[in-house]
């Protein structure tokens, strides 16, 4: 029985983010992946018991459950005796934190304009909203 549970959907950016992670430290072996359907306005009952949020991914380890995508790699960082993928300390460490927030702030917004053209009711949408989040997409790809 795998130690860890990762609660995830193939489609999820952030999942993707912690899978590969998992891959690349060799943590997925000691893990058991769900495969969970969710989206905001289809939520998942499973994963609502493991974050309050009702977002993917979420691991379950060890009697805690952990989420956010950043939370759960430094914690998968933390728990292999390879190379870190993520910097410990110094001037590294904030260049590493800054690119994954930029990187999570462009997969929000891209969700956000998916989730406007594939969730909202076509005479709902709103296309300044969705200029709005492609511009956010834009700039970090600029800063990349």
Request: glycine share 6%; with cysteine.
């Amino acid at each position: 029985m795998a130690k860890m549970k990762l609660y995830y959907s193939p489609g999820s950016p952030f999942a993707r983010k912690v899978r590969v992670l998992a891959i690349e430290s060799k943590l997925d072996k000691k893990m058991e992946m769900v495969n969970v359907a969710l989206t905001p306005v289809a939520p998942n009952a499973d994963v609502d018991k493991h974050n309050p949020v009702g977002k993917i991914p979420v691991l379950s380890v060890k009697g805690i459950d952990l989420f956010d995508s950043p939370v759960i790699c430094e914690y998968l960082d933390s728990q292999h005796k390879g190379r870190k993928l993520l910097a410990r300390k110094g001037r590294d460490r904030w260049v590493a934190l800054r690119q994954q927030a930029m990187a999570d702030g462009l997969l929000d917004a891209a969700l956000l304009a998916r989730y406007e053209g594939a969730l909202r009711p076509e005479d709902k949408r709103w296309s300044d909203w969705n200029s709005g989040q492609m511009k956010k997409v834009a700039h970090v790809l600029d800063q990349l």
